[in-house]
Nanobody, 116 residues
């Protein structure tokens, strides 16, 4: 069973930075793509950023220029560096992984709160 363990969320003031980590059980080369989504109460989960096994990234327009996604293959970990955070970035952030055999997996979510 694949497990995705997230860490790095918390409370930060507007303009600050946080780095989220998502550690996958097993090699991340088993995943076609990994990334981050976020969801506020009562709203649909939305894409923040993804990175493929080949290193291609896709960043949502709302965070482009502020957030960066990267991966450390040796540690089986994907990171989301979030800079210049805004109150509207407050959400629960979920790690996502799409296995090469088809299944999709989600982490348990980590809360990010940005105070104004």
């Amino acid at each position: 069973q694949v497990q995705l363990v997230e860490s790095g969320g918390g409370l930060v003031q507007a303009g600050g930075s946080l780095r989220l980590s998502c550690a996958a059980s097993g090699s991340i080369f088993s995943f076609h793509a990994m990334g981050w989504y976020r969801q506020a109460p009562g709203k649909q989960r939305e894409l923040v950023a993804t990175i493929t096994s080949g290193g291609r990234t896709n960043i949502a327009d709302s965070v482009k220029g502020r957030f960066t996604i990267s991966r450390d293959n040796a540690k089986n970990t994907v990171y989301l560096q979030m800079n210049s955070l805004k109150p509207e970035d407050t959400d629960v952030y979920y790690c996502y992984a799409h296995h090469v055999l088809g299944p999709e997996y989600w982490g348990q979510g980590t809360q990010v709160t940005v105070s104004s």
